[in-house]
C-alpha cells in the first residue's frame, strides 16, 4: 500500500500575518517580535510584492546603517518571492528552497496569500515522515 506524498498545505502555517510593503522597518521589526516570528509576507494593493526576514532587518542596520523609522519594508524586502501553491509537492518545494537557501516561501491560491512555509515547518514534515516510517505513528 502506497501512501499519497504530502503537499504543501499538509505542513504551511494558513493564513499568515502579512505587512504593508509601505509599513516602515521599525513596524515590521516590532511585529516579528511581538508574534514571534522571522518572516513576513509582503503585501502592495492585495498582492504579494515581497518577503523580508528579521535577517533582513539586521543586514540592513547593520551593513547601510538603515533608520529603521525612516525607511519601508518595501525597500529592502526580497523580491520577486518564491510563490508555490498548496497543492505543490513538498519534497520539490524543500529541495527549491534548500537549492537556493529559501528561509520561507509564500503559498499562493487564485492570487491571494493562503499560507507560508518556512525551514521550520519543513522541519516538522520531516519529523512526520520518520515518525510515520519508523515509529508508525501519526
Known sequence: MSK?????????T??????????????????????????????????????ISDRDIKTAVSMIGADLQKMAVRDICQVPVYEVSPESLLHEVADEMAAHHYGSVVVVQNSKLVGILTTVDICRAFSHVLQQRYHHTV
Open 14 to 51: 494558513c493564513q499568515p500575518h502579512s505587512v504593508d510593503a509601505g509599513v516602515s522597518l521599525q513596524q515590521a521589526e516590532r511585529m516579528m517580535s511581538d508574534l514571534k516570528i522571522r518572516h513576513l509576507p509582503v503585501m502592495k494593493d492585495g498582492r504579494v510584492f515581497g518577503i
Open 4 to 12: 499519497e506524498e504530502p503537499t504543501v498545505q499538509k505542513f504551511m
